[in-house]
């Protein structure tokens, strides 16, 4: 029994040996950047040449070969676009930080290579930026001496969100018609399919008229239907009800979409009984 156990300690010792020892042999290190026969593009020095870089149609293969191999399968154009347009900024990695991956070139043609150390003997200055595709966060880093970018996923995920405020005044005259108002807002970072907000029928009071063309086939509610609310557009839609009572009338709204979480507001309104003649 002894001997089994210590043999079993053994095996387990060998295999820890090798496991380590396999990493170790998979991770590149790298002591030198800017060789021109492995940088992807020339250096860089500003993050218009950064843009230049990524958007040049000569390398346009080029990038999208280096974005796909990185484990990017969100759509090009999203990249482009991102390259274009999105806040570059200004990094340094420390020495010994082991990257993800880092492009390269071997006799001329694009290739990645993964889980690369940097054993250079100072940190080395990179531009990134970040951007969204699909449900996906990614962020692109790029060393300024060499231009070997990487596209990595990023944490968290980009959220969805909606927000609802639906305004009405707190009192109104027992003969005035009373506005109800709702504005839907995309407050996060995904585009919303389809929202769908509804305003039940108040009791104490009758819809006259309405704005933004509500489906009104349901006796006892308004429903609005919104297609591709992007991120930080608003819709906001209007009705007006005729008090039938002196009384306090509830405006309750609530929203439901294919992507965010629904949400609700609610508004009262404290209707007066009209003058009466002498």
């Not at 042999?25 to 940088?39: K, S, V």
């Not at 694009?110 to 990134?128: M, T």
């Not at 951007?131 to 990023?154: D, L, M």
């Not at 609310?229 to 608003?234: I, S, V, W």
């Amino acid at each position: 029994m002894i001997r089994t156990l210590a043999s079993l300690a053994l095996a387990l010792l060998a295999l820890s040996t090798f496991q380590a020892t396999a990493a170790q042999t998979n991770l590149h290190r790298a002591t030198r950047l800017g060789n021109p026969a492995t940088r992807f593009a020339p250096s860089l020095k500003t993050p218009e040449d950064l843009r230049r870089t990524l958007l040049s149609e000569t390398l346009r293969d080029d990038v999208q070969q280096v974005a796909r191999m990185s484990g990017y399968n969100g759509d090009m154009e999203d990249f482009r676009r991102a390259a274009a347009s999105a806040p570059i900024k200004e990094i340094r990695i420390p020495v010994n930080s082991v990257l993800p991956a880092m492009s390269t070139r071997n006799k001329g043609k694009v290739d990645l290579l993964r889980n690369v150390q940097w054993a250079g003997r100072k940190p080395f200055d990179a531009y990134e930026f970040s951007f969204i595709s699909g449900e996906r966060r990614y962020r692109v880093v790029t060393p300024k001496a060499c231009s070997n970018f990487w596209v990595e996923e990023q944490l968290p995920p980009p959220k969805p969100e909606l927000a609802l405020n639906c305004e009405a005044p707190a009192e109104s005259a027992g003969n005035a018609l009373v506005e109800v108002c709702c504005t839907l807002k995309n407050v996060g970072e995904l585009p919303e399919p389809q929202a769908l907000l509804a305003l039940p029928f108040p009791a104490g009071a009758k819809v006259r008229c309405v704005s933004g063309g509500p489906d009104v086939s349901d006796p006892a509610r308004l429903t609005w239907k919104f297609d591709n609310l992007a991120p930080g557009e608003k819709r906001t839609v209007c009705a007006n009800f005729s008090p039938t009572q002196a009384d306090t009338v509830a405006f309750s709204a609530t929203a439901a979409a294919q992507r965010a979480t629904g949400v609700a507001s609610s508004r009262e309104t404290r209707v007066q009984a009209p003058p009466t003649g002498k």
